[in-house]
């Protein structure tokens, strides 16, 4: 099974390698476009993914619901991007869930590895292979909500919550919410079964870079996470004010951080 992609090309003259690139829950390759237009022009070729019940993705299905969907979800990446990957350098990007779905397919694909860059990952703690089933109802219905709005309502109604957020950036946003297969939301194992330190701890034992980018307001990487992603060797750094949508809050700051992570580990020729 192949999974939607988006393909943003490094102008001519060749490229540093390829980053594959994870978006959040009930957010989509298009919510990327900035940010992997930035790194293109950075000399990346970028695969921007639609995981399974996301943008033009397949939907889920009861039986695949049945396996852990997400350990599906890294297969179905796995799958997607193998055929893509011309044995030049590649990092590993994902937000959100995307951030935990992109460590575990590091893990299983250090081959050719450079590094992985995270976005406030969403990773459980205590750690745990199920979601919480009132976290999970509660996030279906408020996706169920947003779907029930226009298009115009969904933007007002996120200009209240959010409006500093950058206007070239919400129509995907919008966009991405309608198009969200609520049966996975719903269902809540939306990251790996198998548990985050346990990754950090592979990636450190194949000596690939990690570096988390987070925030300091309704962020999911806590102090408690930080601490135990330094102790296996990952790299945190914290902006100030950001949030859970670190890009957003701070696009520049994180641009700038990730482009420096970026030249340490995939130096441009």
Same mark, same amino acid.
């Given at each position: 099974?192949?999974?939607?992609?988006?393909?943003?090309?490094?102008?001519?003259?060749?490229?540093?390698?390829?980053?594959?690139?994870?978006?959040?829950?009930?957010?989509?390759?298009?919510?990327?476009?900035?940010?992997?237009?930035?790194?293109?022009?950075?000399?990346?070729?970028?695969?921007?993914?639609?995981?399974?019940?996301?943008?033009?993705?397949?939907?889920?299905?009861?039986?695949?619901?049945?396996?852990?969907? =997400? &350990? !599906? +979800?890294?297969?179905?990446?796995?799958? @997607?991007?193998?055929?893509? /990957?011309? %044995?030049?350098?590649?990092?590993?990007?994902?937000?959100?869930?995307?951030?935990?779905?992109?460590?575990?397919?590091?893990?299983?694909?250090?081959?050719?590895?450079?590094?992985?860059?995270?976005?406030?990952?969403?990773?459980?703690?205590?750690?745990?292979?199920?979601?919480?089933?009132?976290?999970?109802?509660?996030?279906?219905?408020?996706?169920?909500?947003?779907?029930?709005?226009?298009?115009?309502?969904?933007?007002?109604?996120?200009?209240?919550?959010?409006?500093?957020?950058?206007?070239?950036?919400?129509?995907?946003?919008?966009?991405?919410?309608?198009?969200?297969?609520?049966?996975?939301?719903?269902? =809540? &194992? !939306? +990251?790996?079964?198998?548990?985050?330190? @346990?990754?950090?701890?592979? /990636?450190? %034992?194949?000596?690939?870079?990690?570096?988390?980018?987070?925030?300091?307001?309704?962020?999911?990487?806590?102090?408690?996470?930080?601490?135990?992603?330094?102790?296996?060797?990952?790299?945190?750094?914290?902006?100030?004010?950001?949030?859970?949508?670190?890009?957003?809050?701070?696009?520049?700051?994180?641009?700038?951080?990730?482009?420096?992570?970026?030249?340490?580990?995939?130096?441009?020729?």
């Amino acid at each position: 099974m192949t999974l939607h992609l988006i393909e943003t090309i490094a102008p001519a003259g060749g490229t540093r390698g390829t980053i594959v690139a994870l978006p959040g829950l009930a957010e989509s390759a298009e919510t990327l476009r900035v940010t992997t237009a930035h790194w293109a022009h950075c000399g990346f070729r970028v695969l921007s993914i639609d995981p399974r019940g996301h943008g033009r993705s397949p939907r889920w299905t009861a039986e695949l619901l049945r396996r852990h969907p =997400g &350990d !599906v +979800i890294v297969d179905d990446v796995l799958e @997607t991007i193998e055929p893509e /990957l011309d %044995g030049g350098a590649l990092v590993l990007f994902g937000h959100s869930a995307g951030g935990s779905a992109a460590a575990a397919v590091a893990a299983r694909r250090p081959r050719g590895l450079a590094a992985v860059l995270l976005e406030d990952p969403f990773w459980r703690l205590p750690v745990t292979r199920h979601q919480d089933r009132q976290v999970a109802e509660a996030a279906a219905a408020t996706l169920e909500h947003q779907q029930s709005l226009t298009d115009a309502e969904r933007l007002a109604e996120l200009a209240a919550i959010h409006p500093g957020w950058p206007a070239d950036e919400l129509d995907a946003w919008s966009e991405a919410k309608q198009r969200m297969d609520v049966t996975l939301v719903r269902n =809540g &194992d !939306v +990251i790996p079964s198998t548990g985050w330190p @346990t990754l950090l701890a592979q /990636l450190a %034992g194949a000596r690939i870079p990690v570096h988390i980018v987070t925030g300091t307001v309704a962020i999911g990487i806590t102090a408690n996470h930080r601490a135990i992603a330094r102790s296996l060797g990952a790299e945190v750094m914290v902006i100030e004010g950001a949030g859970h949508f670190v890009r957003r809050d701070a696009r520049d700051r994180f641009h700038t951080i990730a482009d420096t992570f970026l030249d340490e580990t995939v130096p441009a020729r």
